[in-house]
C-alpha cells in the first residue's frame, strides 16, 4: 500500500514539474524516472519498463546519447529486461553502454 501512494505522490510531482518546467526540463525527466522506478518497486515491471524508455529518450534529446544519466537509464532497461527473462535483448542494451565507455578509436 505504501508504494501505491508513493506512485501517487510521484505522478503528482510530475504534473507539477511538467506544467511548470514542461516536458524537456531535467527536472521534469527525474520526476518521470521517479514514477518508473516506484512501478518497478510495484512489480510492475512491464509498466515501469515503458516509462524508462520514455526517460531514456527525453535524457538522449535533453543530456546526449552518452551523458552519465542517460547510460545508467540504458543499463537499468537492461537490468528489467533481464528481470524478464529477455537475456538477448538486455545484452543489446548493455552493449551501447560499454561502446560509450571504450569507444573505438578509428
Request: proline share 1%; with cysteine.
Amino acid at each position: 500500500m505504501r508504494h501505491k501512494e508513493s506512485l501517487k505522490i510521484c505522478r503528482s510531482i510530475l504534473d507539477e514539474s511538467r506544467s511548470k518546467y514542461g516536458r524537456k526540463d531535467v527536472r521534469t525527466i527525474n520526476a518521470a524516472e521517479d514514477v518508473a522506478r516506484v512501478m518497478v518497486e510495484l512489480e510492475w515491471i512491464e509498466d515501469g519498463l515503458d516509462w524508462y524508455r520514455e526517460v531514456l529518450n527525453a535524457r538522449k534529446v535533453v543530456l546526449g546519447n552518452w551523458h552519465s544519466d542517460t547510460l545508467r537509464t540504458v543499463e537499468e532497461i537492461a537490468r528489467l529486461l533481464d528481470l524478464m527473462g529477455l537475456h538477448a535483448d538486455a545484452e543489446k542494451w548493455r552493449q551501447e553502454t560499454r561502446q560509450a565507455n571504450h569507444p573505438q578509436v578509428k
